[in-house]
T-cell receptor
Framework: GNSVTQMEGPVTLSEEAFLTINCTYT??????LFWYVQYPGEGLQLLLK?????DKGSNKGFEATYRKETTSFHLEKGSVQVSDSAVYFC?????????????FGTGTRLTVIP | SAVISQKPSRDICQRGTSLTIQCQVD?????MFWYRQQPGQSLTLIAT?????????ESGFVIDKFPISRPNLTFSTLTVSNMSPEDSSIYLC????????????FGPGTRLTVL
């Protein structure tokens, strides 16, 4: 079946530190992979996505590379800011049904301190 | 991407009452979904709202508790019926578009507290 395993949080970093949030997945076929971000008190926003192996999604300084050989889609940012404090969700869409079935990880809470 | 609004943004309700949450999209969309996010948890899909027919519910969710309407391609409602404190959650509407069939876009959510 389809599932997403996400790095446990919470994660606390100092401003300008390097960020990695690990995400691995299990899926049949070739899913699309996503990172969503949820800022305090808000809904989910699509941060970035990748649709095939070796694709790199990027947005707002965040990057994630679709690694089929390791079934991973780790989120990275070279220098975090206080405004990046949020909960980050890794997700995949079932290749058979597309957006009909979206599988989420448990979320990782990031706190960036000045 | 579609612009999605939800009303109300938050509410505090008494046990045993019902609340209807509205989801409005600025363009016609093929798919609309309703999720629940319990405190500190990930998202759980409640149901897919089908235009012109009954919603498709996920395991553990039933129509009597969470009736859903979708009268057209831009609007849906979710009702949380006979509420108990365990229903305190964020309820999120999301949509899938024909332009990006593998992606869902989320509304801002409705934060519900049941006393």
């Amino acid at each position: 079946g389809n599932s997403v395993t996400q790095m446990e949080g919470p994660v606390t970093l100092s401003e300008e530190a390097f960020l990695t949030i690990n995400c691995t997945y299990t899926a049949t076929g070739y899913p699309s992979l996503f990172w969503y971000v949820q800022y305090p008190g808000e809904g989910l926003q699509l941060l970035l996505k990748a649709t095939k192996a070796d694709d790199k999604g990027s947005n707002k300084g965040f990057e994630a590379t679709y690694r089929k050989e390791t079934t991973s889609f780790h989120l990275e940012k070279g220098s975090v800011q206080v405004s990046d404090s949020a909960v980050y969700f890794c997700a995949l869409s079932d290749p058979r049904t597309g957006a009909n079935n979206l599988f989420f990880g448990t979320g990782t809470r990031l706190t960036v301190i000045p | 991407s579609a612009v999605i609004s939800q009303k109300p943004s938050r509410d505090i309700c008494q046990r045993g009452t019902s609340l209807t949450i509205q989801c409005q999209v600025d363009s016609q969309v093929t798919m609309m979904f309703w999720y629940r996010q319990q405190p500190g948890q990930s998202l759980t899909l409640i149901a897919t709202a089908n235009q012109g027919s009954e919603a498709t519910y996920e395991s553990g969710f039933v129509i009597d508790k969470f009736p859903i309407s979708r009268p057209n391609l831009t609007f849906s409602t979710l009702t949380v019926s006979n509420m108990s404190p365990e229903d305190s959650s964020i309820y999120l509407c999301s949509v899938g578009t024909s332009a990006s069939t593998d992606t869902q876009y989320f509304g801002p959510g409705t934060r519900l507290t049941v006393l």
